[in-house]
């Protein structure tokens, strides 16, 4: 099972750009497809990123053009790359397991995983 722990959040100006980190502890890593994902008190967790074990990258339409998921298998990390920020992004992002997740109607749709582990997450506040 996999164990994430993200790290990278803060607070950024409209238009600017954060990177954040996921380690992620679990010998299955790299056959999981990992995932990004962001709340916002009341809201849903949603999906914004995924990533295949083989690097594909998959995008929910609010964050397409301005955010890069990547993933690193030898250290067992995933990373997003946020530029363009809005202020409608500020949330706490979570790293965790992605598999089976559908695309639809420009939303990323995680499968259900009823034991899918959370880390801490990280907060991502855009204002200024």
């Known amino acids: 099972q996999v164990q994430p722990v993200e790290s990278g959040g803060g607070l950024v100006q409209p238009g600017g750009s954060l990177s954040l980190s996921c380690a992620a502890s679990?010998?299955?890593?790299?056959?999981?497809?990992m995932g990004w994902y962001r709340q916002v008190p009341g809201k849903e967790r949603e999906l914004v990123a995924a990533?295949?074990?083989?690097?594909?990258?998959h995008y929910a339409d609010a964050v397409k053009s301005r955010f890069t998921i990547s993933r690193d298998n030898a250290n067992n990390m995933v990373y997003l790359q946020m530029s363009s920020l809005k202020p409608e992004d500020t949330a706490v992002y979570y790293c965790?397991?992605?598999?089976?997740?559908?695309?639809?109607?420009?939303?990323?749709?995680?499968?259900?995983?009823?034991?899918?582990?959370w880390g801490q997450g990280t907060q991502v506040t855009v204002s200024g």
């Open positions: 990533v295949t074990g083989d690097g594909t990258a």
């Open positions: 965790a397991t992605a598999d089976h997740f559908l695309w639809l109607d420009g939303r990323l749709i995680a499968g259900s995983a009823p034991n899918r582990s």
């Open positions: 679990g010998i299955t890593f790299s056959f999981t497809t």
